[in-house]
DNA sequence: TCTATTGTTCTAGTTCACTAGAACAATCTG
DNA sequence: CAGATTGTTCTAGTGAACTAGAACAATAGA
C-alpha cells in the first residue's frame, strides 16, 4: 500500500505531488500491476486534500494509461513503468545511500546535498574537467 | 553570472524556481557575497516572465537575508550559504557523477535516477536491511 | 546637471489550484 | 434484492500565481 504524503509548503499543487509518488513508486517496484491504490476517500482523510483534487490526480494516472479506475472496486495499477532490475536498483540504492552518509560526514547539509544533486542530474556536466 | 531556467511544465511557481536556483547556485559556491545578480530586465528578457514575478523572487531572497537590492545598481549577494569545503563538494561532485554513469548503464532512465535520488533523500532509509 | 540603468510601486485583469458540498453511478457482498 | 463501498460529476466560490503596462525613485557615469 502506498502512503501518500502531501507537502503543501512545497509550492507543487497537490495533486501533482500525488501523481508523482505514484510513478515514482512504479518505477521502484513498490506498485505493480494488479494492486490498487488508496480509496479517493482514504486519501482525502489521510492528506486533508479534497476529492477532487485526488481524482485529478487519480484522472492523469489514468489518462497516462498507468492505472485503470474501477467503479465501485477501487484503482488499480494497469501497467509498470519500471526499466532496470530489482537486484540493481538495490544495490545502486545502497550505493547512493552510501554517498549520501559520506556528504553528510563531509559536512555537507542536507539542503547542500540537495542542492549537488540537483546540479548533476540536471546540468549533465559529469566530467571533473569542467 | 547565474542563468536562470524557468521550466513553465513543471508546476512549480516561477518565482519559487528562480529563488531555489540562487539559493542552489550559494550552497555549491556558484554565487559568492558581493556577486551581482541579473538584473529583473535581464531575467524577463531571459526567461520570459514577468518583471513582477522575479521582483517577487528577489524580494523573497532578500527578505532571508541572501541578497541586497541596491537601486540602480543591481542585486547582490549579501551572505554565503555554503556549510562545505570546495574541495570536498568537488570530490563529492565527482563520485555522485560516476554513480549516475553506472546507474545509466544499469539500464537506468533518467526517471528511475530521479525516483530513486529522491526515496533515499526523502525516505531517509540507507539501511539494506529494510 | 543630464542620461541611462536599475529597483520599486501600482492598478487591473486572467488563469489555475483548491475547497465545499451534494448527488449520481457502478460494483461488491450478503 | 438491499446496503455498503467506490469512483464520478456538478456547481459555486476563494485565493494564489501570473501577466500587462505604466510610472516613480535612486544610483552610476559622462
Redesign the interface.
Known sequence: MVEFRVDRAS???AY?QLGRQV??AL??GWLQPGDRLPTVRDVVATSGVNANTVLKAYRELELAGLVEARQGSGTYVKSS?????PE????????????????RS?????????????????GG????AG
Do not use: M, N, T, Y
Not at 540493481?88 to 556528504?103: I, M, N, P, Q, T
Open positions: 509550492g507543487l499543487p501533482l510513478r515514482e518505477r521502484l513503468l519500471g526499466s532496470a532490475a540493481a536498483l538495490d544495490d545502486l540504492r545502497a550505493k547512493f545511500a552510501a554517498w549520501v552518509r559520506e556528504a563531509a559536512g555537507l547539509e542536507d539542503e547542500d546535498i540537495d542542492a549537488l544533486v540537483r546540479a548533476v542530474l540536471s556536466s559529469d566530467d571533473g
